[in-house]
């Protein structure tokens, strides 16, 4: 045998799929059978609240206690769990929700809190940990496929991106990021918000027909040189470029391409980029996508409410609301629901004492989580806080259990080990998943 | 047609005309060069032998375009332009690869390149422009040395001891937040090729590594602090030498003394601040990892992969592929008087380096032989210099590192992994090459200066494709390279005519043979 065929048989082992699969008519289909497949894999969705969201005005309130604030508690449909007036819808979904208010970190501050979160991990030691959704979303990966596997939805630029980032996995295992474009939502709060890829669609001045007629004499000119040249190297790159083509395969680029949906159906998540943001996750998880993470705060860390806390957490909470329970109605309708975990959390919650300036400061001593859907015994609280919700009395929860517990509920065992750059094994979380919140 | 257009013309089809001529060698014999000819060939009898010995065929030596592209990207970290390629493929000399190394070693590119290079090793990647910023100084500082080809150890004595924040290397110490634990894992791991951060928590499971080798050397720099420590977000990253200060092992009380690994010499016995004490051992002659770890990193620079695999993990278990090449090129490195360029220089003189990296045998020989030239990833900033040359697209000038859609595009394309024989860019990096600048301005008509250039009527298509091929891959088109795209181009409408030309141009810039080093 010469040279050329096992260059050609190894290139055909790596990347015969991605050249193959131009036409990508199978994926509707996919997502349409996507809720009765037996085999499908889990999904995950993680609200990530940037500014660390206050416990005591969401899920962990104090009525009667003069740290109690300005919100009333609401009825749910589980009887006994109440909790803000804010959350209407979710006040009808409370059955799938189990809400640990035992939370109790040991950061304070927005970067170190946001790594910690994320990482399970302190920052500042010889490593760097990746995030949470870059190492469970390459445990679920579904082997090969067109999307990414983990997404992140309005990411804040402003926090270190290391915080959010694949660490030591590289980053094959990075985030691929979607975003607000234009201004629109920016200048008018009432406009919808326009969300999309980074440098997923064509530069201008580039249409479909000549980026086909680029991509054929692109493939010849790749197969040549793998051919002639027959390295990692050279196979990792061809594989990775293969599947951002596929990607920008129209089929596939408009699981991003909200025009897709009705009207009616995005006004019904809320305009705002959080809202749209969790109609682009049902439609990735509805594809397939093992991780998503959509922001709710971004760069203004808009749960950072030091001063003026009500207004803000009132409208901050309408807002999640609406996304969050329009989302898991739409999940649950679609099958999709006791296959997808969702996860709310920020980098830590706020002093249940409230400051002279009508506002909340940071507070990691305990705080409030809530796990929701797949795998989740929902219509509960786990562990408590006392009556000034200055302490946590009972359920103490640290973020390696929650992060195990996570991983237990999407069906990743939480010691699975990656390998640093050292060649060290390394778990996914060290913790002990909470039992009795495991559905 | 504007002058500019003609200038271009004549530097892009007349090349040997357009530049300057090669540098004649000065023809002094001297006896450091006469050793530099003698190791090189050593090297290559080393390598040969144990090619040999493991009946494997070495690859043929590569073909002149492969050869200066290569040289081009190790040396000053961008590839050729047209004419350059065009003087060297010209060049009948027998002794051009060693001029065109000499050359090369001499352009200011050279030490730019090693600054960019260094500070990737010396610090983790980020892809936060921010830091990216903070990092000049650090940059500067090294560009500086590397240019007026400071002895080596001089050099790390230099970093080890620095005080001087942004001009220096004030901001790895600021980067590691003044901890000792964590200035003793990098300086060992960047200087000495040991990894001792195993043994920070327990005895290092496979070398001799104690938990208390760890802590001594970490004891070193216990006593650093920033003064004023108040202004930390103000970007200044000084460092002060207390004389107090001291290191415990983990959940103890246990002070560790300062204490040198591996070696019984006593600390106290050399004068001055605890890191002058430090740089003292490592630099000195019968200083064990010092000059190996140093040798180490120029031959995986050039080659891709280290005599020692990983190259900055030298621990017993990684044993080295050629441990008699390691011991004498240490020995002509420290006669040398640690003269980097010249190890750089001797070897990429040798017909090792000069391999063909294509595939040649039957079965694939082991990457540890050297039997044919590793395929290596670009760093971010060589593929985004690579991509402004390409469509000779305005850059910055080369000594400043501060342009903000170089750091911007040098953020996103940063990766984790030290081994540069695999290429670790993911999915959203592949689509921001693929349809973002700098590729998108390099092959758009409108804004690349190349595809101007070609837009003259007076060229022929092969003519203009050998151009294209020229400036990416520094060689000439095949004949099925040429049958193919002169088809494509015979396709298009007169006035499509730069457009198509810029698809090509497309093509070629997202390919392997483009975005690698091979």
């Given at each position: 045998m010469n040279a050329f065929d096992i260059s050609r048989r190894r290139f055909l082992q790596t990347s015969a799929g991605l050249l193959g699969a131009a036409s990508c008519a199978w994926l509707p289909q996919l997502a349409a059978a996507a809720g009765s497949d037996p085999q499908r894999k889990r999904s995950c969705i993680l609200l990530w609240m940037a500014g660390g969201p206050t416990q005591t005005d969401t899920f962990d309130m104090k009525p009667g206690h003069a740290n109690g604030g300005e919100f009333k508690e609401t009825e749910t449909n589980v009887p006994g769990l109440r909790f803000s007036e804010h959350f209407a819808g979710l006040a009808k979904q409370a059955?799938?929700?189990?809400?640990?208010?035992?939370?109790?970190?040991?950061?304070?501050?927005?970067?170190?809190?946001t790594y910690l979160m994320h990482t399970g991990q302190r920052p500042g030691g010889p490593l760097n940990y990746?995030?949470?959704?870059?190492?469970?979303?390459?445990?679920?990966?579904?082997?090969?496929?067109?999307?990414?596997?983990?997404?992140?939805?309005?990411?804040?630029?402003?926090?270190?991106?290391?915080?959010?980032?694949?660490?030591?996995?590289?980053?094959?295992?990075?985030?691929?990021?979607?975003?607000?474009?234009?201004?629109?939502?920016?200048?008018?709060?009432?406009?919808?918000?326009?969300?999309?890829?980074?440098?997923?669609?064509?530069?201008?001045?580039?249409?479909?027909?000549?980026?086909?007629?680029?991509?054929?004499?692109?493939?010849?000119?790749?197969?040549?040189f793998l051919a002639s040249h027959p390295a990692q190297a050279v196979e990792a790159q061809a594989t990775i470029f293969q599947s951002a083509v596929k990607m920008m395969h129209p089929e596939a680029a408009s699981a991003f391409d909200l025009s897709k949906e009705s009207t009616e159906i995005r006004e019904s998540y809320g305009k705002g980029t959080f809202g749209q943001g969790c109609l682009i996750a049902r439609r990735l998880v509805e594809r397939g996508v093992p991780f998503v993470e959509v922001t709710l705060g971004g760069n203004q860390i808009g749960w950072d409410t030091h001063t003026g806390n009500f207004p803000t957490v009132e409208r901050l909470s309408k807002e999640l609301d609406q996304g969050w329970s329009t989302l898991m109605r739409e999940l649950a309708e679609r099958d999709l629901l006791e296959t997808t975990t969702i996860c709310w959390m920020g980098e830590f919650g706020r002093t249940p004492t409230i400051n002279g300036t009508a506002g909340r400061d940071h507070f990691p001593d305990a705080w409030t989580c809530v796990l929701a859907?797949?795998?989740?015994?929902?219509?509960?609280?786990?562990?408590?806080?006392?009556?000034?919700?200055?302490?946590?009395?009972?359920?103490?929860?640290?973020v390696q259990d929650l992060l195990a517990t996570l991983c237990k509920a999407v069906g990743v065992d939480p010691k699975t080990e990656h390998y640093s750059p050292q060649a060290r094994p390394i778990k996914i979380s060290e913790g002990t998943p909470i039992q009795q919140i495991l559905g | 047609m504007s002058r500019n257009l003609l200038r271009l013309f004549a530097l892009l089809l007349l090349g040997s005309l357009a530049i300057s001529r090669p540098l004649v060698a000065e023809e002094v014999e001297s006896d450091s060069h006469v050793k530099m000819l003698a190791m090189a060939a050593r090297i290559d009898a080393l390598i040969q032998q144990r090619l040999d010995t493991e009946n494997v065929q070495a690859a043929p030596l590569a073909s002149d375009g492969e050869f200066i592209r290569r040289a081009y990207l190790d040396l000053v970290g961008n590839i050729p332009t047209v004419a350059q390629t065009r003087a060297y493929l010209e060049d009948n000399a027998p002794d051009k690869r060693q001029r065109l190394i000499a050359q090369l070693l001499k352009s200011p590119a050279h030490p730019t390149h090693l600054a960019n290079t260094w500070r990737?090793?010396?610090?983790?990647?980020?892809?936060?422009?921010?830091?990216?910023?903070?990092?000049?100084?650090?940059?500067?500082?090294?560009?500086?040395?590397?240019?007026?080809?400071?002895?080596?150890?001089?050099?790390?004595?230099?970093?080890?001891?620095?005080?001087?924040?942004?001009?220096?290397?004030?901001?790895?110490?600021?980067?590691?937040?003044?901890?000792?634990?964590?200035?003793?894992?990098?300086?060992?791991?960047?200087?000495?090729?040991?990894?001792?951060?195993?043994a920070q928590c327990h005895d290092h499971p496979f070398d001799r590594w104690k938990q208390h080798d760890f802590w001594g050397l970490a004891a070193f720099f216990?006593?650093?602090?920033?003064?004023?420590?108040?202004?930390?977000?103000?970007?200044?990253?000084?460092i002060v030498d207390r004389n107090q200060g001291e290191v415990t092992l983990p959940e103890s009380e246990e002070i560790v003394p300062p204490a040198f690994p591996g070696s019984t010499a006593n600390y106290a016995s050399l004068g001055g601040t605890r890191r002058q004490q430090l740089a003292i051992w490592v630099v000195s002659r019968d200083n064990p990892f010092m000059p190996r770890r140093a040798v180490n990193w120029a031959w995986a620079h050039m080659m891709g992969r280290g005599i020692v695999h990983p190259a900055d993990d030298m621990s017993p278990?990684?044993?080295?592929?050629?441990?008699?090449?390691?011991?004498?090129?240490?020995?002509?490195?420290?006669?040398?008087?640690?003269?980097?360029?010249?190890?750089?220089?001797?070897i990429a003189i040798t017909d090792t380096y000069a391999r063909s990296s294509q595939a040649v045998a039957d079965s694939e020989a082991p990457a540890k032989l050297f039997a044919r030239m590793a395929v290596k990833s670009l760093t971010p900033e060589q593929l985004y210099d690579a991509m402004l040359k390409v469509g000779l697209l305005k850059g910055p000038d080369e000594a400043l590192q501060n342009d903000g859609?170089?750091?911007?595009?040098?953020?996103?394309?940063?990766?984790?992994?030290?081994?540069?024989?695999?290429?670790?860019?993911?999915?959203?990096?592949?689509?921001?090459?693929?349809?973002?600048?700098?590729?998108?301005?390099?092959?758009?008509?409108?804004?690349?200066?190349?595809?101007?250039?070609?837009?003259a009527p007076f060229l022929s298509d092969q003519q203009r494709l050998n151009v294209l091929f020229l400036a990416a891959y520094s060689r000439e088109p095949n004949q099925a390279e040429l049958d193919r795209y002169t088809q494509f181009l015979s396709q298009v409408e007169p006035q499509q005519r730069p457009q198509a030309l810029g698809d090509i141009l497309w093509v070629l810039s997202n390919s392997a043979e483009f975005m690698l080093n091979h």
């Open positions: 059955d799938q929700l189990a809400i640990l208010r035992g939370m109790s970190t040991k950061e304070g501050d927005h970067l170190r809190g990746p995030a949470i959704g870059a190492s469970l979303s390459k445990a679920m990966a579904n082997g090969e496929s067109t999307l990414p596997n983990y997404v992140a939805v309005n990411p804040s630029t402003l926090l270190n991106s290391s915080a959010l980032g694949p660490g030591f996995l590289g980053p094959r295992y990075a985030a691929a990021t979607v975003g607000a474009r234009g201004n629109a939502a920016a200048n008018d709060p009432n406009a919808m918000a326009d969300l999309g890829v980074d440098f997923l669609s064509l530069p201008p001045g580039l249409d479909q027909k000549r980026h086909e007629a680029r991509l054929a004499l692109w493939k010849e000119q790749q197969s040549q859907g797949g795998g989740i015994a929902g219509g509960q609280a786990h562990g408590q806080t006392n009556e000034s919700g200055m302490e946590v009395t009972d359920g103490k929860t640290e | 990737t090793l010396i610090l983790e990647p980020t892809d936060d422009p921010l830091q990216l910023r903070n990092e000049a100084g650090m940059q500067r500082w090294l560009r500086g040395k590397f240019a007026q080809n400071l002895r080596y150890d001089r050099l790390v004595e230099e970093f080890l001891t620095a005080t001087q924040g942004n001009n220096g290397p004030g901001y790895f110490y600021a980067a590691q937040q003044l901890k000792p634990e964590l200035l003793a894992g990098e300086t060992s791991r960047i200087f000495l090729g040991l990894q001792l951060e195993c216990a006593q650093l602090e920033r003064p004023g420590d108040d202004n930390v977000g103000l970007a200044r990253f000084d278990q990684n044993a080295p592929s050629h441990p008699e090449l390691l011991d004498e090129l240490t020995e002509y490195f420290i006669h040398s008087g640690f003269d980097l360029r010249l190890l750089l220089e001797t859609n170089r750091n911007q595009f040098v953020a996103r394309m940063r990766t984790a992994g030290k081994d540069r024989t695999q290429f670790d860019t993911g999915m959203p990096q592949a689509l921001a090459v693929m349809n973002g600048p700098p590729v998108s301005t390099a092959t758009s008509p409108e804004t690349s200066e190349l595809l101007k250039a070609l837009s």
